[in-house]
């Protein structure tokens, strides 16, 4: 049998991109409600930045199925949103005196390889990492959600919940723009080997014809 003129699409559920992108969504969402002002810009910027990723993610494997081409183009502007994103979280950290976990940290590893599937398993390693620098438990600072960024100094040895929080995320982001690199690389292979609906509905109107 011949290929469909329009081929299965809309699966973005199932891809790990969307997935990660919008766990570092939903991240977003708790740590703007914890650390930036709600009057400021920058908080909405950030969660709309992060919406972004993951709606546009969505709109292109819709759109997959008649626009190839718009495919790469949504794709990419999902990609664009979480650099926007990524940004804005180094400036958080820069303004405010705090350090960029280097690439092979180990606590930003550590998350990584855990897979966190939800914002509360993402929180549990923050817990964690605050814990294993000898201010969580009975003897910490208290919950996160009542921190603010002023009211903790940060130090190597003794790193805040922001510096922890901002660092996480800036992980998540990270894995997130590496899966649509490749995303895009793939879907740009199948553009120029398959082409797009047009062609598809040339060779369609062939078979049919029987030439």
Known sequence: MSEPLIPKHGGYRKLKSFRVAQLAYDVTVRFCERYISPRSRTHDQMVQAARSGVQNIAEGSQASGTSKKMEL????????SLEELRLDYEDFLRQRGLPIWERDDRRRAALIAGR???AEAVAKWARQVHGQHGQGGRHGQGDPSTLSTSSMSSTPENPTYPEIAANGALALIAVACSLLDRQLASQARAFETDGGFTERLYNHRRGRRGY
Do not use: M
């Not at 183009?73 to 664009?80: D, H, Y």
């Open 116 to 118: 966190p599937d939800s």
């Open 73 to 80: 183009k949504l794709t990419n502007v999902a990609r664009a």
